[in-house]
């Protein structure tokens, strides 16, 4: 299966050494997003993919481009316009501190000013046999969302598989309407087959009413599927213990359901984590795996992502199924 992606290229600028931005003069520049990161994964594990994004026409936009393409994920859609880069500063925590995120520039980046009639989307879609939006487009700027709903349009026609991430962020949605954002997925979802959220974005976001009774969570989320005709939902969820953390994974159809056992988290770096289950996901529902066996392997990819420095979970098949026939093993020769 040839798997595309529209979605922001970001410039991820990491202080060395845990340290905070105040105790450095050096910063390590990465090339990241969440279809930089889905698709650098699925690439590892041996799929075609391919971006739709906008970058600078200068040497960030060269150096950005470059990076995907070391990725394995193909630039041919990657067109190159404007001047700015959206990015951010990524203090990674440490104990008690939690990693800190400071986003600059992401509405005037060249991605954030450009509209449908900037990409070649038909084209784009004849390479593809899914595709993947994320939800920070419709809520970026009017451009973003103009042209996220464009794809999936276009893609519902050609019946490409839409996979839809509602990675919904309050801090990127302040100066925008909650109504009108709620409007937007509302409009979008009607054309997709996969969504991964949670159940906070269902009643959040969308305002589904949830009973506290046994079973609901799981009654909501078959409630939104049959409501939008989806395949599958995903999600992870998280569980934290005296000092431990844990995190589970979950697929939800009309008809069935699987939710791993937790699973016992080491965090080196946890951003990106999420975009390496849904690559796992991804990688089942191309290969037509059991739910079983498809979370089972994502949330194991999602674990060894906690494990990385960076965004891009670089995991490959062999070294997920090694950690599922063997946990324990610390030691490979």
């Known amino acids: ?32 997003g969440t ?23 200068n040497r960030l936009g060269d150096t950005a481009k470059a990076s995907l393409r070391s990725y394995g994920i193909q630039t041919a859609f990657v067109g190159k316009k404007y001047s700015h880069i959206g990015s951010y500063f990524a203090e990674i ?8 995120v400071t986003y600059q520039n992401r509405h005037h980046s060249s991605f954030g000013v450009s ?10 879609l004849e390479t593809v046999d899914l595709i993947h939006i994320c939800g920070i487009s419709l809520s970026l700027t009017e451009k973003t ?15 490409i598989r839409v996979c839809f991430d509602f990675n919904f962020r309050p801090s990127l949605n302040e100066e ?19 969504v991964f959220g949670s159940v906070r974005d269902l009643e959040e976001l969308l305002a589904y009413p949830l009973e506290e009774t046994e079973g609901a969570e799981l009654a909501l989320i078959q409630s939104f599927i049959d409501q939008y005709q989806l395949e599958w939902f995903c999600g992870t969820r998280r569980l934290a213990v005296e000092d431990k953390q844990f995190i589970s994974g979950r697929i939800i159809t009309a008809q069935d359901a699987y939710e791993t056992a937790p ?9 990106g984590a999420g975009d390496a289950y849904a690559a796992g996901v991804l990688l089942g529902y191309a290969e037509k795996w059991s739910l079983q066996r498809t979370a089972d392997f994502a949330i194991t990819n999602a674990v060894l992502a906690h494990t990385m420095l960076g ?19 610390d030691l490979i020769r």
């Open 176 to 194: 925008l309407n909650r109504e009108v954002l709620k409007q937007r997925y509302e409009t979008i979802l009607p054309y997709c087959d996969l």
């Open 263 to 271: 699973q016992l988290l080491q965090v080196l770096d946890r951003i």
């Open 1 to 32: 299966m040839r798997i595309g992606a529209y979605g922001e290229v970001m410039m991820r600028l990491t202080p060395p050494e845990y340290r905070t931005l105040e105790q450095t003069h050096s910063l390590r520049m990465d090339f990241t």
């Open 311 to 329: 965004d891009v979970p670089l995991t490959t098949k062999e070294q997920v199924e090694q950690v599922l026939r063997a946990p324990g093993k």
């Open 115 to 124: 509209g449908p009639e900037e990409y070649a989307i038909d084209g784009f």
């Open 35 to 57: 279809g930089v990161n889905l698709l650098g994964n699925l690439a590892h594990f041996g799929l075609t993919t391919s971006m739709l994004t906008q970058v600078p026409a």
């Open 93 to 100: 925590g440490y104990g008690a501190r939690p990693t800190y």
């Open 145 to 159: 969302w103009k042209t996220a709903l464009a794809l999936a349009k276009q893609a519902h026609v050609k019946q």
